[in-house]
């Protein structure tokens, strides 16, 4: 048997329990735990054109949630070997990489889309267009997974759509029964949250977006969606954090 446990980790709440289960089976097989965080630069066009200082703080929110991880994983099991690595590439990719040389790779379910971490910013956009008189746009951005894309595939694009227009709905209901007077037009969109919200920024007069800032140096970290949305947004953006 192969004796490494590979644990995905981004500072989500669903991250967080994946890493204490696989330090609790790291414990009990006398295994290595090897936490890694998928650094995605691609998909948000800042690769290419990121100044230094926005690749140092890229890497420095890597580091944190690393060692954030880390430090749930020594609480849980104390003593078990860990070792900690941020990894180039999308995070099903890098995780992918890893089943190779591991007996047991665990993710949690939902990670940073859990729509709760986006309440704050829901609710400074819902005032804001209160206060502005204004309309509303509440842009909710999907992906379909990876065997969506299959030609035999079973799964039907335009049904997981529904399902993700009714998700939608759902968390905005109660921000709506709330600001009965603020118009709200909901825009569900088979995108990159990045691409969308760019995309969207070229009509609107304000683009806000949450920000998942973590850890001891968490007050000065950006997540790279919203990194992507202030490096291409064509308006005013604010970042909300919790």
């Given amino acids: ?6 644990v995905g980790a981004d500072g989500s709440d669903a991250a967080t329990a994946a890493v204490e289960w696989a330090a609790g089976d790291a414990a009990r097989a006398g295994a290595r735990l090897r936490v890694v965080h998928a650094v995605d630069r691609t998909p948000y066009e800042i690769a290419a054109s990121a100044t230094p200082d926005q690749g140092d703080v890229i890497m ?4 944190s949630v690393l060692s954030d991880a880390e430090a749930v994983a020594r609480k849980r099991q104390t003593g078990i070997d860990v070792d900690c690595e941020p990894l ?3 995070a099903a990719a890098v995780l992918r990489s890893q089943t190779g040389d591991s007996a047991e790779v665990v993710i949690g379910a939902g990670g940073l889309e859990d729509h709760h971490a986006c309440e704050p910013a829901l609710g400074y956009a819902f005032e ?6 204004s309309t509303l746009r509440a842009l909710y951005a999907w992906q379909p997974p990876a065997h969506a894309h299959i030609p035999e595939s079973a799964h039907d694009l335009d049904e997981i759509h529904a399902t993700q227009c ?9 921000r709506r029964q709330r600001y009965p007077q603020v118009p ?11 691409d969308a919200l760019v995309r969207a920024s070229a009509q609107v007069d304000l683009v806000v977006v949450g920000s998942q800032g973590r850890g001891a140096i968490g007050t000065v970290m950006l997540g790279p969606v919203t990194l992507g949305v202030l490096h291409g947004a064509r308006s005013s953006v604010a970042v909300v954090r919790p």
């Avoid at 420095?60 to 580091?63: D, M, P, T, V």
């Avoid at 804001?128 to 008189?133: I, K, P, T, V």
């Avoid at 009714?166 to 109660?174: E, N, Q, T, W, Y």
């Fill in 128 to 133: 804001q267009a209160m206060l502005r008189a």
């Fill in 166 to 174: 009714r998700s939608a709905a759902v968390i905005l209901r109660g």
């Fill in 1 to 6: 048997m192969n004796h490494v446990i590979v």
């Fill in 60 to 63: 420095l929110s890597a580091q």
């Fill in 88 to 90: 180039q590439g999308a």
């Fill in 184 to 194: 709200v037009i909901e825009d569900v969109r088979r995108a990159h949250p990045v």
